[in-house]
């Protein structure tokens, strides 16, 4: 029983090992190919596996994009936002997520930068991700215009619809990157903005 349990512990290990090797050789391709096609022969290769591994590990090519979005987010901070979220002071959510959103941004930049980029490119596998990966932010924003609507902290003349929307605006890549890349600021000053920003145009 007990080399049945070990040999058991091996395996997960190993698979989890796989699973890393293979997202790791994806992300660097990435980089190194801005925005070219990508072949999963290739990152199989680099992750030092077969191309039916990487299909047994994810799925199909679509699901291979899927984990490595939601592994750039854990990686990069989805605690923080986490925790940003559950604040129960609406206006410190705001602040906080964020705060939270553009240190992620900053942390997975250029992959992200990437990802945006070749989504209409390759709608099916990367495209698919990032729409999932807009779609629950989308949620997020809904989620906090609500909470300022329920504090009363939105001015009279915003909706909570108007809110969700300029949210949306602000906490996206495209609004992180023209301040971090386009005006080169750093990632404390752009989340002061951002948050600025949200707080004049939103908040009483």
Known sequence: MATRKYEQRLRAVSAEQTRRDVLTALEHRLTETRGAAIG????????GVSRSTVYLVFGSRAGLFDALARDLWERSGLARLTEAVAHPDAREHLRGGLR???????????????????SALDPDA???????????????????????????????DVTEAEAADTLWVLAG????DALYTGRGLSTDEVARRLVATAERSLCT
């Open 40 to 47: 999963l022969e290739d990152v199989a290769r680099r992750a």
């Open 100 to 118: 939270a959103g553009t240190e992620i941004f900053a942390a997975m930049r250029d992959v992200a930068a990437v990802l945006f980029a070749m």
């Open 126 to 156: 990367v495209g698919g991700a990032i729409v999932r990966m807009e779609d629950h932010r989308w949620g997020g924003m809904l989620h906090l215009a609500r909470r300022l609507a329920e504090q009363g902290e939105l001015r009279d």
């Open 173 to 176: 890549f495209e609004s992180f």
